[in-house]
């Protein structure tokens, strides 16, 4: 390198440290095709965003992604009076109040540890500040199997020593002890948000169930009430017992992952079969009593953890039961199967019916279903699916909206039966890097600016904008500010109108784009 080149060299590096001091380093983008990008990171670069910063009242930020490139990109401008609206205006109404927010995040899967930790320790850093700090998308829910799943190398439990009724050799493994558990200390270091974490299990130990085995068909032997469930429910207390012991403790737990999977002949990967009966059976009897007469009668205990398709009838069973319903707090649902379970048919009569317990989306990830690429890098669409997703969810009463794996591999694995899928964050450990995926940014645009305890409000759209291809929402904070997401699916810009009593914002929604507004009403 000669002199002048050192120069600019020199220079370019001071011109980062001063872009860094005054606030967020852009995306390094790189292209797997056209308008297929992902944002690169390794030890010494990372994307980051700046903290949240309200604007003066009159003002609003905008936080803007999009297929063409843009990145969680912030801009601020002036509301306007009212001269002449656009077609599309869409008008905030926060007499009309709904449910409040719980929260976003991921899954700290044996896998996703596994990426995480394959990276040299600077990256591994920057990966989970992408994630939980102020500079990154501020994830305040964790999601955690208990014992092992399919994204795991191998099927364990804790206590895989026959007919040990009294759990004397329950123990936790390496992938607790030496991966998951540090792993949440650090993000939890680095939050400043408090983070929510919820633990599920895929299985029981095999001398526990019908099959005596990890997989395929099976249930707990025997009846609610009997030592298999007593066993199993003290199980969930060791379990919770034994976290404490190394300092993390739970918001709650599920009742089981995907109950419904271990009714169905080879299932393959690890499954434990309850029907909406049996769990609330085994709720009633047997693991609402465990859990309350335990140090952790504060953790919350969430039913179904599945398909929405199984609501209302899932809920009904379970919560119209007194004595299982005192037991419960919320309702778990994954998305793999919406496309026939219809959110108006599945969720909103369950809200109707039972508007005590919050609802909340507890798995979904692409690639899952036999017609899908497992791993598409830099994928918009996959993007558009999450947002699309989350908007139908919270504008139906849901209380948040969790990830699968927070990190997979470039096959998007591991995963011990080769169910490999997509993920926000790919890691290529050979190279040191990892992927930033525009599901990255689109989670973002939600958890970043509506923290837990927001409620959702009203947002009305004008007469001639019902049939926008807009897709919107609105949440009024804690702090008092005003978060309104909107996504432009659509292939064409769409001209609209954000109205308040502070005034007018005449905003563009571009093609493929999704936007974040902020302001503050008083």
Request: hydrophobic share 40%; proline share 5%.
């Amino acid at each position: 390198m000669g002199a002048v080149g050192a120069l600019c060299w020199r220079l370019l590096l001071v011109l980062l440290a001063v872009h860094r001091a005054a606030g967020a380093w852009p995306c390094s983008p790189k292209y797997f095709g056209r308008d297929a990008i992902v944002c690169v990171c390794n030890a010494t670069y990372c994307d980051t965003l700046d903290p949240v910063v309200l604007p003066p009242l009159g003002s609003y930020v905008k936080y803007e992604s999009s297929k063409a490139g843009k990145r969680l990109e912030r801009s601020e401008g002036r509301f306007q009076r009212r001269l002449c609206a656009p077609d599309v205006v869409l008008t905030l109404d926060v007499t009309q109040r709904f449910q409040r927010v719980k929260g976003f995040g991921g899954s700290i899967t044996d896998a996703a540890a596994i990426n995480i930790l394959s990276l040299p320790e600077r990256a591994q850093d920057h990966l989970l500040r992408s994630y939980f700090s102020e500079e990154g998308l501020e994830y305040n829910l964790i999601r955690l199997p208990m014992a092992s799943c399919d994204f795991s190398l191998h099927a364990y439990t804790y206590d895989d020593v026959p007919y040990d009724y009294e759990l004397t050799h329950f123990s936790l493994r390496d992938e607790d002890t030496k991966l998951k558990i540090p792993l949440l200390h650090r993000a939890s270091a680095m939050s400043k948000r408090p983070l929510s974490l919820y633990a599920s299990p895929w299985t029981s130990p095999t001398w526990m169930k019908t099959s005596e085995s990890y997989v395929g068909k099976g249930t707990l032997k025997g009846q609610a009430g009997d030592k298999y469930h007593k066993t199993w429910a003290n199980y969930f207390v060791r379990f919770l017992d034994e976290y404490a012991k190394h300092n993390v403790t739970f918001w709650a737990v599920t009742a089981e992952n995907e109950p419904t999977a271990g009714l169905i002949n080879n299932y393959p990967f690890q499954c434990l079969g309850f029907t909406a009966e049996q769990q609330r059976d085994f709720i009633a009897r047997d693991l609402g009593p465990a859990l309350a007469n335990s140090s952790h009668r504060h953790v919350q205990l969430i039913i179904l953890d599945d398909n929405r398709l199984h609501l209302p009838h899932w809920a009904r069973v379970v919560l119209e039961d007194e004595e299982a319903a005192r037991y419960v707090h919320g309702i778990g649902i994954h998305w793999y199967l919406d496309f026939i379970g219809p959110i108006q048919d599945t969720v909103l009569p369950t809200h109707e019916l039972f508007p005590d317990y919050f609802i909340l989306a507890t798995e979904a990830c692409i690639g899952a279903h036999f017609w899908e690429r497992d791993v598409i890098l830099g994928c918009w669409e996959r993007g558009n699916q999450y947002s699309h997703s989350i908007l139908m969810n919270l504008n139906h009463f849901v209380a948040g909206w969790t990830d699968w794996n927070l990190a997979l591999d470039l096959e998007g694995g591991p995963n011990w039966v080769k169910n490999y899928v997509d993920s926000p964050i790919i890691v290529d450990s050979s190279e040191g890097i990892f992927y930033k995926q525009p599901m990255f940014y689109h989670m973002g645009h939600f958890s970043k600016f509506i923290p837990e305890g927001s409620q959702r409000v009203g947002l009305v759209a004008s007469r001639e904008s019902k049939k926008t291809a807009l897709e919107y929402t609105a949440f009024e904070r804690p702090d008092g500010a005003v978060v309104v997401v909107v996504l432009n699916r659509s292939p064409q810009d769409i001209t609209f109108g954000l109205a308040d009593t502070v005034g007018l914002i005449s905003a563009v929604a571009p093609a493929n784009s999704i936007q974040t507004y902020l302001w503050l009403r008083q």
